[in-house]
């Protein structure tokens, strides 16, 4: 007489049902091209073999996606995005790329990030890449470019004289291009800038204390933090001033274009003629400064 099956293990039967369903999230998620979550469990010769959900898959090292310079193993024991590519229904086993889910998440991230993006806004970035002409910033999914007569207020010859790659500063948004394919940023107008913080002093006429902070090539006075003015050696001998020393000053030329202020003692302010009422020095005068 045959004996009756044994009856089925509950527990087996969760884990076939288990197993059944994370195979065909797989199936379903390569026809979607939808991108799972994955454990490296190790290395192997050619990539690395991943645990997705309960299924084996291998992952070439042409699909891995690591910075320049960094080994593949490093991805062991780490969760990474996935995207499969390729099945083996006979075997149940997967092939995976992680270079395709990385890439899809950056042009994601992209998307979103230009949709959010806006002239005038200021951002965080990284500087990527020098160039002659400025510096590349990746703004998180999206570079932009810093002109070189963005990158600072001073005059700069090189690009690498005010920032370097791996710098992560703000960034003012100037414009956007093409549908995000260029996008121009400038990192003074995110910097603190003293001319416009001290507007108040930076005018013609205007009578201001300030400190001597250098004697070479000629007087110069701090009359504001961050903006500095010198005096011609007619008006004052530096010899007869002290670094540090408080000093009234008069602000002779203002010229925003090269940042540079001409100062006079109060002895030499008699020579210097009252502005107009449109701002500028009498016609007289720009004449005998053009002379």
């Given at each position: ?72 193993d490093t991805l062991v024991k780490t ?133 001597v902070v250098a004697k070479e090539p ?30 009234e000053v008069m602000v002779r030329r ?38």
């Open positions: 007489m045959r004996k009756p099956p044994p009856p089925p293990n509950p527990a087996n039967e969760e884990r076939r049902l288990r197993a059944q369903q994370a195979w065909e999230r797989v199936v379903a998620a390569r026809e979607s091209g939808e991108v799972l979550t994955g454990t490296v469990t190790t290395a192997v010769k050619g990539g690395l073999l991943v645990d997705v959900g309960g299924i084996r898959g291998f992952l070439p090292a042409s699909q891995v996606r690591v910075p320049i310079g960094t080994a593949i969760k990474v995005p996935l995207k499969v590519i390729d099945i083996d229904q006979a075997r149940r086993r997967i092939v995976v790329s992680n270079r395709r889910a990385a890439d899809e998440e950056r042009r994601s991230k992209r998307t979103e990030l230009l949709r959010s993006l806006a002239v005038g806004q200021v951002r965080e970035g990284v500087v990527v890449r020098l160039a002659d002409f400025g510096a590349f910033v990746d703004l998180g999914g999206v570079d932009g470019l810093i002109p070189m007569r963005e990158l600072a207020f001073e005059r700069v010859e090189k690009s690498s004289d005010v920032v370097k790659v791996g710098d992560v500063l703000p960034v003012e948004v100037l414009r956007i291009d093409e549908n995000g394919k260029k996008i121009s940023l400038s990192r003074k107008n995110a910097l603190p800038d003293p001319w416009r913080d001290h507007a108040n002093v930076l005018k013609q006429g205007s009578t201001v204390e300030g400190k000629r007087l110069q006075v701090e009359i504001a933090p961050g903006v500095v003015g010198s005096i011609r050696d007619s008006d004052a001998d530096p010899a007869d001033y002290e670094i540090g020393e408080a000093i203002v010229d925003r274009a090269t940042r540079r202020i001409t100062l006079t003692t109060l002895h030499g302010a008699s020579a210097v003629p009252p502005p107009s009422s449109t701002g500028f020095a009498p016609l007289g005068v720009e004449l005998g400064r053009r002379s």
